[in-house]
């Protein structure tokens, strides 16, 4: 199912989640519910489907809790659900997420250049909350660092981040200087962030 998603087939991806929708539910252990509920909120995603994606993702996460999976994880899960609330247009939820999302990653010493990303994304959902001044400054903390570290698709996301921070408060010039950096190689998933 998770294949299926990243390959843009998510209709086929739920034909086969479905099934063992009820199973998981009732009888898989903690571990496979929580597994189960983040494939099924990353469908329900992709199809469109936001809230329930949202409730999945909740659920998602109640089970990675109980089953006492890393800190990181449900860092990840409290980014993805801010993702989904960025979506929604609920941006002040977006960025209560993110920063439970930061927290919860920089506490868990496996989780490598993840904080980063992070705190990049919460960037972003500040920046979407209006929230400008916020939003600047993280992006200069984390764009330096993660274009260290070799992210380079990353760093080409951040950029676009907040060339569109700067159109909207009225600095075309900066935007421009950052957008003229995005490689033309990039893939177009990436140039259309």
Not at 51 to 67: K, T, V, Y
Not at 70 to 95: C, D, F, I, T, W
């Amino acid at each position: 199912a998770g294949a299926l998603g990243a390959l843009g087939r998510a209709a086929e991806a739920y034909d086969l989640l479905l099934p063992l929708g009820r199973w998981a539910r009732e009888s898989a252990s903690a571990a496979l519910r929580h597994l189960w509920h983040g494939y099924w909120a990353m469908t329900l995603d992709n199809l469109g489907r936001l809230r329930e994606a949202l409730l999945a993702m909740e659920d998602s996460i109640n089970h990675a809790g109980a089953g006492d999976l890393p800190l990181g994880e449900l860092g990840m899960h409290a980014s993805n659900v801010a993702v989904l609330y960025n979506k929604m247009g609920r941006s002040a939820q977006a960025v209560e997420a993110s920063e439970r999302a930061v927290r919860l990653l920089r506490e868990d010493p496996q989780a490598k250049g993840l904080p980063l990303l992070a705190t990049l994304t919460l960037a972003r959902h500040l920046a979407e909350d209006a929230r400008y001044a916020e939003a600047v400054a993280l992006f200069e903390e984390v764009l330096g660092p993660i274009e260290a570290s070799g992210a380079h698709t990353w760093v080409v996301v951040g950029q676009t981040w907040l060339a569109t921070l700067w159109l909207r408060v009225g600095q075309p010039a900066r935007a421009a200087q950052l957008l003229a950096r995005v490689d033309g190689d990039m893939p177009a998933s990436v140039r259309g962030a």
